[in-house]
Nanobody, 125 residues
Framework: VQLQASGGGSVQAGDSLRLSCATSTYTFREYVVAWFRQAPGKEREFVAGVRRNTGYTSYEDSVKGRFTISRDNAKNTVYLQMNSLKPEDTAVYYC???????????????????WGHGTQVTVSS
């Protein structure tokens, strides 16, 4: 599965960005999809995820109420709408998909075997 992330950029605090991740699979609806991020000097962390069947979403605490993950199964694409951006949101954002992710592992980067190359998000104060 190939993933192509886009939509990153440099913005001011309080601005919005929408990330997109297009996938090459035609069985996209069978995949759990998620966004992770990695800031310089820090480990990769979970940002948001959406399950395959229920569409149930989960978020890292610091982005709840500001970020929204969504998926379009017809377009084989996952989105991350990011509002009220803060300087601490600065990172490289990665999309990830996998069919084998179980509910308890949605937030675990080790559960995903298909990754995009990442897109840089820079938020200045």
């Amino acid at each position: 599965v190939q993933l192509q992330a886009s939509g990153g950029g440099s913005v001011q605090a309080g601005d919005s960005l929408r990330l997109s991740c297009a996938t090459s699979t035609y069985t996209f609806r069978e995949y759990v999809v998620a966004w992770f991020r990695q800031a310089p000097g820090k480990e990769r962390e979970f940002v948001a995820g959406v399950r395959r069947n229920t569409g149930y979403t989960s978020y890292e605490d610091s982005v709840k109420g500001r970020f929204t993950i969504s998926r379009d199964n017809a377009k084989n694409t996952v989105y991350l709408q990011m509002n009220s951006l803060k300087p601490e949101d600065t990172a490289v954002y990665y999309c990830a998909v996998d069919r084998g992710v179980i509910v308890s592992s949605v937030r675990d980067s080790r559960a995903y075997h298909n990754w995009g190359h990442g897109t840089q998000v820079t938020v200045s104060s």
